[in-house]
């Protein structure tokens, strides 16, 4: 998709005007008529925002880095879903990565068409009553988090790991932060430095949690579950802190949080289980909105296959790797939360008892009142309070704090295993082991895994270590099963699009290397 119609879809969508109305307006000036000038013009524009989520929290957008990594074997006979990552053999025209550049810049398109109309409308319009703008503001305070959502996710999978000592002059992402259609390619943006797109992801975060209002914010019928909240807005703070190895506002944003006490973490396998099947949980900080007309991607059908009511004729892309299932003891909840035991008959007649990945089942409140088949939906959590006990654990790793680090890996672990006795940690090096296996057991199958590599300086290594080779798609092969890469491979950061350094001269010399 090429860089004018990014710009454009998102007024498109959101205001309803056609293509050739909007590309007569020059880059630095949308025509007055053409900015949201009514509380209600920024409540429909805000549907886009939130409905954008449903797709880009489930399917593709959090599989894509996951199946890339070592939790994952093809099956024999699988569709090739994901085939170009599985195998590492991607390049700049692999469509799914296309996609991932494209929905995401659209996205900002409508976030940045939304901040201009706000910006636009603080200018001079004295219309609008202080309970009105109060509620506009709210609105563009979700518009401002969405942004810094959209370019952090883009930067962890297209730019390097952020470093400090060279951010200045590492690769950013190129930074549209108006809105500004134009068939112009001589003003399309060039690639940012990663320290100037940290900058602008903090800065609008920090937007964010000033304008965010929940309570006003907050739809009939709707719970505040499905809406950012400041909470949501520090959740993601923590979350950016972490992956630039800012430790201390890391653990400050996740334990102030966890202090809070409003996110009760579960020690239930039932009800653990049950904030995977039926998407309840006091856990989940934010949970997008699905009904049986407004679904996210079924994320599950990539471990199951298509729904089949004989378990016989089952057909899965992938299972989990032996790797995986062995990294839990038999008594942590989490495993027969996200494992299912099952017979598996592949197309070469071979059979085999194995563990299938269920931590997407479907929610059968969804898919009893679909007339189409989305047995694996769920509703997809962005942020939960143990990933939050997770930064706080490896950020104060990162400080060199052992004792409080190991209070917040103790306090997840004892409320997943039962049984558990808390550990001591005489080494950093072995606390920090295990915080990275902690997080590999509760993020795994949820978009982390490629990010997280990258942010320990660790490559994949699948180990060949497979639950049952006559099931798996070429065992034994270097691009397969026993596919193992450097942490400084160059496809752990994925390429600039073919379709975007095409058309956009500015970024055309600014492709990642090795591509």
Request: aromatic content about 12%.
């Amino acid at each position: 998709m090429k860089k004018l119609h990014i710009l454009l879809a998102a007024a498109l969508l959101a205001a309803g005007f056609s293509s050739c109305d909007m590309e007569k307006y020059p880059y630095n000036a949308v025509e007055e008529s053409l900015y949201m000038t009514s509380t209600t013009d920024f409540a429909n524009a805000r549907v886009g925002l939130y409905s954008s989520y449903r797709g880009l929290t489930t399917g593709g957008y959090i599989l894509l880095p996951e199946m890339q990594c070592d939790d994952f074997n093809a099956t024999v006979g699988y569709s090739n879903s994901y085939g170009n990552m599985y195998r590492w053999d991607f390049q700049s025209s692999d469509g799914n990565i296309q996609n991932y550049w494209s929905n995401y810049y659209l996205l900002i398109a409508r976030c940045n068409y939304f901040i201009d109309s706000y910006l636009k409308l603080k200018e001079g319009n004295t219309s609008f009553s202080d309970a009105d703008m109060a509620k506009i503001r709210a609105y563009v305070g979700e518009a401002y988090f969405t942004r810094a959502f959209s370019y952090f996710n883009l930067a962890n999978h297209f730019c390097k790991a952020y470093n400090s000592a060279s951010a200045d002059a590492d690769l950013g992402m190129p930074l549209q932060l108006t809105y500004a259609p134009t068939s112009n390619s001589a003003v399309y943006p060039g690639r940012s430095s990663m320290k100037e797109t940290f900058a602008q992801i903090i800065s609008d975060l920090d937007n964010a949690k000033e304008l965010v209002n929940i309570g006003l914010a907050l739809d009939k019928g709707k719970s505040a579950i499905n809406y950012i909240s400041t909470d949501v807005v520090t959740a993601l703070q923590a979350r950016v802190a972490l992956q630039m190895k800012d430790y201390a506002a890391a653990a400050t944003a996740a334990t102030s949080l966890i202090a809070a006490g409003k996110y009760a973490l579960v020690n239930s396998a039932e009800t653990f289980r049950g904030m995977w099947v039926n998407d309840m949980s006091s856990e989940v900080m934010w949970q997008i909105y699905m009904s049986a007309d407004e679904l996210g991607s079924a994320t599950g059908t990539s471990f199951w296959g298509q729904y089949q009511e004989d378990p016989a004729k089952v057909t899965t892309d992938y299972i989990p790797t032996g790797k995986l299932v062995d990294l839990y003891e038999k008594n942590d909840i989490r495993f027969a939360a996200f494992f299912a035991p099952f017979t598996l008959n592949v197309a070469t007649g071979a059979q085999g008892n194995i563990y299938m990945f269920d931590k997407y089942p479907g929610n059968p409140d969804i898919y009893t009142i679909v007339g189409v088949d989305n047995h694996y939906t769920n509703k997809s959590k962005p942020f939960r309070i143990a990933e939050q006990y997770l930064i706080a654990a490896e950020a104060y790793a990162g400080q060199g704090n052992v004792t409080e680090a190991a209070k917040y890996l103790n306090d997840l672990k004892r409320n997943r295993i039962e049984g558990y006795t808390d550990r001591t940690f005489n080494s950093a090096d072995l606390l920090m082991a295990e915080i990275r296996d902690e997080r590999h057991r509760e993020l795994v199958g949820e978009g982390f895994r490629l990010s997280d590599l990258k942010r320990w300086g660790l490559g994949v290594n699948r180990q060949n270590n497979v639950q049952d080779a006559n099931l798996v798609l070429f065992p034994d092969s270097e691009i397969t099963t026993a596919l193992e890469k450097a942490a400084d491979d160059f496809r752990m950061v994925w390429p600039i699009p073919k379709a975007e350094t095409d058309v956009n001269p500015q970024i055309r010399n600014q492709q990642n290397p090795g591509y």
